[in-house]
């Protein structure tokens, strides 16, 4: 298996590229934001529990999204590899991860981190915000907070993978074919 974290702040364009990557790769999808929107649009317990937390631009409890992954991971037993979005987003997230692939003999082989200016993060995140009707992309205050909370808590899972030299960092702003370019280099002398 060849796994992939794509990383980055809040609005870096972890979405976007992902669709892309994956459609070239055959990887699997797994972006902690989509699950947790479509237990949020089934308005079951865990979306109401999660709606609330994401509201206010804070994380989700790891515990939460850690499980949604591992079952995800079981469910993909075939994939030629697994193209993570929006996880781990924090340490003890990162480490669970890790017990987790190396439970399936697999590792991540790379951490592809996308670098943004905060000014063009929240202009980006405002923008969307108009159309997609996210409410978490709405409000400056609760984009401000999402922000924040990558600073406090996320910004250490890229050290994390330093630690074993996994981290390749692509600049995130440019066109998105441009930097869909950028991501694809490194991932085909990977590959090769
Ligand atoms: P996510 O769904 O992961 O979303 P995100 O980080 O806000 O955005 P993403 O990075 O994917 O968006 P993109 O830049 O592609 O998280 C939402 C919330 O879910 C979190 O705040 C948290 O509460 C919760 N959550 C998710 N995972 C969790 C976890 N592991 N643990 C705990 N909580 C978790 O797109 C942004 C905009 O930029 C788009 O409009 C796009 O069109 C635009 N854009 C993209 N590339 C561009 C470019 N090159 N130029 C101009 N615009 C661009």
Excluded: C, W
């Amino acid at each position: 298996m060849f796994n992939i974290i794509l990383f980055g702040p809040p609005g870096s364009g972890k979405g976007t590229q992902s669709e892309r990557l994956i459609a070239k790769y055959q990887l699997k999808h797994l972006s902690t934001g989509d699950l947790l929107r479509s237990e949020i649009a089934a308005k079951t317990p865990l979306g109401l529990e999660a709606k609330s937390v994401m509201d206010k631009g804070q994380l989700v409890p790891d515990e939460v999204v850690i499980g949604m992954i591992s079952s995800a991971l079981d469910h993909n037993p075939q994939t030629k590899g697994f193209l993570f979005d929006g996880f781990p987003r924090t340490a003890s997230q990162s480490e669970a991860l890790d017990k987790l692939l190396k439970l399936k003999h697999s590792e991540i082989n790379v951490m592809l981190s996308l670098e943004v200016s905060e000014e063009e993060l929240v202009k980006r995140l405002l923008n969307r915000g108009l159309t997609s009707g996210r409410s978490d992309d709405t409000s400056e205050e609760v984009v401000s907070a999402r922000i924040a909370e990558y600073h406090k808590k996320t910004s250490v899972v890229a050290d994390y993978y330093k630690n074993f030299n996994k981290v390749v960092s692509i600049k995130g702003e440019g066109t998105v074919d441009e930097i869909f370019n950028a991501l694809s280099d490194e991932i085909d002398k990977r590959l090769s």
